[in-house]
């Protein structure tokens, strides 16, 4: 059973950082692009950063550029989202996800991903 599990979420004051890693079980995503998406309530699910599956390229929403940093754990090929310069609009819940992918490709579609993990609440607040 694939399982993306996600954590370093949690409470922070607008303007502060937090750290997102994902942890991977039940295969390995050596040819899967990695990403994160969020949800805030009532909204739908949106992309925020993807990694290539070398690590080599990056995507970012225009809304956290940079403000946020996606890296890519060698070890696991799982994805870590380093993000400051908080604001109370990226509160949400962030999920982790994967595509498979072909060389550089990465996708900033949150439709073309195959797994997501059950994700990590960050709260913002003023």
């Known amino acids: 059973q694939v399982q993306l599990v996600e954590s370093g979420g949690g409470l922070v004051q607008a303007g502060g950082s937090l750290r997102l890693s994902c942890a991977a079980s039940g295969r390995a995503f050596t040819n899967y692009a990695m990403g994160w998406a969020r949800q805030a309530p009532g909204k739908l699910r949106e992309f925020v950063a993807a990694?290539?599956?070398?690590?080599?390229?990056?995507t970012y929403a225009d809304s956290v550029q940079d403000r946020f940093i996606i890296s890519r754990d060698n070890a696991q090929n799982t994805p870590n989202l380093q993000m400051k310069a908080l604001k109370p609009e990226d509160t949400a819940v962030y999920y982790c996800?994967?595509?498979?992918?072909?060389?550089?490709?990465?996708?900033?579609?949150?439709?073309?991903?195959?797994?997501w993990g059950q994700g990590t609440q960050v709260t913002v607040s003023v």
């Open positions: 996800g994967a595509h498979l992918a072909r060389d550089e490709y990465v996708s900033g579609r949150v439709a073309e991903y195959h797994y």
């Open positions: 990694i290539s599956t070398t690590g080599t390229t990056t």
